[in-house]
């Protein structure tokens, strides 16, 4: 590209199974630069692989070429907006491949770049018994016949590096998540390794980019503020050269984009947040500000870089048993009980079964009632609910004994109290339980090559060694809030929240709906109070006195405190057998958690609270 003052970039992808209509909704506003697609995830990674040895073509997003690609590259050709995607998954030269192929069928002139070296499958060998360790846990590197995928997380650098040779399309393998994103701004503004600032800015619009309409009303705190979820708007931005961007969507579309909505998205799967470490640049969002410029647009500012890490994190994949299980309903009177007799019966009679058989004991089980509001432990408030889901499932050494469990949970449906029922469906299977493996590489041992047709060019990672870096300076607590005439109102008065997961860990982002808030917040919703809400998802070594899982960051810009929990998960992805193995729903379990404030607050709350019911009339008469 050209050098810009300004790009606009729209975001059409945040997972594999994302709608197919985002790409027509996006080129529709015929002002978009480039359109960004991000289709990975560990799990997915792990699915991708397995489906490659199956069949070697395979192990991409092939929806990425049937849904977004082929019904819109004549319009993609005729606006001339730039593509890139990490719809690679394990195998972007077999997508490349095939998409060239749609491209000649339909008669145009698009150029295709590869980019390739993330995937480091076949050095398992040299990686096994070396003194590789995993990055949080310690572990060694696992079996090499269990190991199903090895992907470093590549950087921006070689997509804008694809983007300057002249591809007018960029499919890379595993990627972080916002280099889709960043590689284009790298490209349009000429931006250096050095621009630290910027990189941050660039990789932060990438972060609201990557997980498509989040950042546009969904999973949104205030979701009944979101109008036509149906039609929900997919988020662009429009960022400038020295890194600034405004947020918005494309008219008529349905959803929101507001300061809630998209400082939601900032603090969404994210650690320490002054140490946001991605392979390009490590970014600082402590102190970004958020402003509302209009209906449906927010200007985003204040992201600060530090000097790029000299490894990259590698994620290696790897099978370790089998995991399975069903939910079914009860319902009518004492329903939470029936279910859980049931499902103690079923996992009695399986335990007892697999003794009998001669195969190990359970490694794990899981009950979990939905409707007894299981989710919230201890501070579960229904007493006797009429109606209830059950889900049980188990962890097991072979899938044998998966199996058991499954036949038993069946063979009990003439056994059960009364009030049993359920859709009906084929009986579930074993499937793998498939874990996560992060380390360190150095960056000079992955090497990176970029293929346009028959051009091959060659993206080495220069580790600058001379860039100094300053200790993180942690940003001063708020002022103590008064304490005079405490009234307490639900969390959820005053502030937005959002969680989600990464591997085994879990965080949930608070951000005050006023500045007036955050000092309430900081000194009252504590990692003491979190663990609490948490207790019973957290490992037994944890304490409520004393929660060493838990940690608490403090983000002044956005009048936010983000919050770190560690092996909560229960393994994580599909390495957990957890009805919410990702944290989806953990902000949910704080915002009932009531704080105490000055009368004075409590009133603004209510006030606040007039004025936004009042606005969302508006919104909805207006939309």
Known sequence: MKEKKQLRIGGASGF???????????????????????????????????????????????????????????????????????????????????????????????????ILGDDLFDFRDQFYGSDICEMFSGEPFPSISDVASINAYLGAFPIAKALAAGADIVVTGRCVDSAVTLGACIDAFGWRREDLDRLAMGALAGHILECGPQATGG?????????????????????????????????????????????????????????????????????????????????????????????????????????????????GVDAAKKAQKFADAALAAACEACKMSGLAEYSEMSTEIIGAESQYGSHASVISPREVAIKVAAKHPVSAGIGILLREI??????????????????????????????????????????????????PEPIDETVPNKPIVRPSPPSFPSQEKPVKVPLIKLAFARSGDKGDKANVGIIARRPEYLPYIYYELTERIVANRL????????????PSDVERFLMPGCNGVNFLIHEVLGGGGVASIRNDAQGKGFSQLLLDVEIPVSQSIFDMTNCSQSQEMKSSRQLFKRS
């Open 535 to 546: 207790a019973h998802f957290l490992p037994d070594r944890t304490t409520i006195d004393n």
């Open 410 to 459: 069946v063979g009990l449906g003439l056994a059960t109290p009364p009030g049993l029922s359920g859709f009906q469906g084929g009986r579930p299977k074993p499937s793998p339980v498939v874990r996560l493996y992060s380390f360190l590489l150095p960056k000079n041992f992955v090497n990176i090559s970029i293929k346009i047709d028959d051009f091959v060019c060659e993206c």
């Open 219 to 331: 999973n949104f705190t205030d979701w009944d503020q979101v109008s036509d979820l149906a039609h929900i708007g997919y988020p662009i931005i429009e960022i400038y050269d020295h890194g600034n961007f405004v947020c918005s969507k494309p008219a008529g579309s349905g959803g929101l984009v507001t300061v809630g909505t998209i400082s939601e998205q900032m603090v969404y799967e994210i650690g320490d947040p002054q140490a946001y470490i991605l392979p390009d640049v490590v970014c600082d969002f402590s102190n970004v500000t958020l402003k509302q410029l209009n209906k449906n647009e927010v200007m985003v500012s204040g992201a600060l870089g530090r000097a790029a890490p000299k490894n990259y994190k590698v994620c290696a994949t790897y099978l370790d048993g089998f995991r399975g299980g069903t939910t079914m309903t009860f319902y």
């Open 16 to 114: 594999w199974g994302d709608a197919a209509r985002a790409t027509h909704q996006l080129l529709k506003t015929g002002s978009l630069d480039v359109i960004v697609y991000d289709y990975l995830a560990e799990i997915t990674m792990s699915i991708m692989a397995r489906a490659r040895v199956k069949d070697e073509d395979a192990g991409y997003a092939s929806d990425f070429l049937t849904g977004a690609m082929k019904p819109n590259l004549k319009e993609i050709a005729r606006q001339g907006t730039k593509i890139i995607s990490n719809a690679g998954g394990v195998n972007p030269r077999s997508c490349v491949t095939e998409l060239r192929g749609i491209i000649a069928e339909q008669g145009l002139d698009l150029k295709v770049a590869c």
